[in-house]
């Protein structure tokens, strides 16, 4: 003959949380990441590789955070168009299983990124990730050299201006010493014009020679 045995309070409560439990896990969300920590330069890109899987369609909702600053970058379903922000538009690409594309990093992007999924019922599941941005050395190379063609042709300048201005002083300075100059006579600058007489070794007539140019002289 059989016998049933009815169940204790201590049986219903047991086989109630073994539900439990086995509802939970199979409604839970799986997130899955292989590298959260990344560390790229300037215009380069980085991919945020994320696995996430969750009964039903999930909401996969990604942020950025840096010190006192958060701010959302965008949100979508698996099969449906992202909504980005403005701030990162044209240099995000989002994935249906969660994965995000970032181009052409700046030093603005360095922080913390995270990844939220969650599912119709409520329940979501958060992942983090750290981003560091190295500033390029060729663009410090590139900002040295502009600086330098620049104080080079500051150089240039200044030098053909201080030439400019020794040229106008020493044109100055002879104006000043032709005003600053006694008058001369008349007397004096013919006779600084003529040129003195040559006479021929074998002259036959010195004397009309010499008459001929104190007659010269007394017309003058």
Not at 195 to 216: K, N
Request: hydrophobic share 45%.
């Amino acid at each position: 003959m059989w016998r049933f045995r009815l169940w204790d309070g201590r049986d219903v409560a047991v086989f109630v949380s073994i539900a439990a439990c086995l509802v939970q896990l199979a409604g839970s969300i799986s997130v899955l990441a292989p590298q959260r920590s990344f560390t790229r330069s300037v215009q380069e890109d980085v991919f945020f590789s994320v696995d996430a899987t969750c009964p039903g369609t999930p909401t996969i909702r990604w942020t950025f955070m840096s010190g006192a600053v958060s701010r959302l970058i965008g949100t979508w379903r698996p099969g449906a168009s992202a909504n980005i922000t403005d701030d990162y538009g044209g240099r995000v690409r989002a994935y249906d299983n969660g994965s995000m594309g970032l181009s052409d990093l700046r030093l603005q992007d360095a922080g913390f990124y995270v990844v939220t999924v969650s599912e119709a019922a409520g329940s979501s599941k958060d992942v983090g990730f750290v981003l560091k941005v190295n500033e390029v050395l060729y663009e410090d190379l590139q900002y040295l050299s502009v600086s330098a063609v620049a104080l080079a042709g500051l150089a240039g300048l200044l030098m053909l201006a201080m030439w400019l201005l020794d040229k106008l002083h020493r044109k100055i300075a002879a104006w000043r010493r032709r005003k600053q100059m006694p008058g001369r006579s008349r007397l004096d600058v013919r006779s600084e014009r003529i040129e003195p007489l040559r006479l021929p070794r074998d002259s036959s007539c010195p004397s009309s020679v010499s008459i001929h140019v104190h007659g010269m002289m007394g017309r003058q």
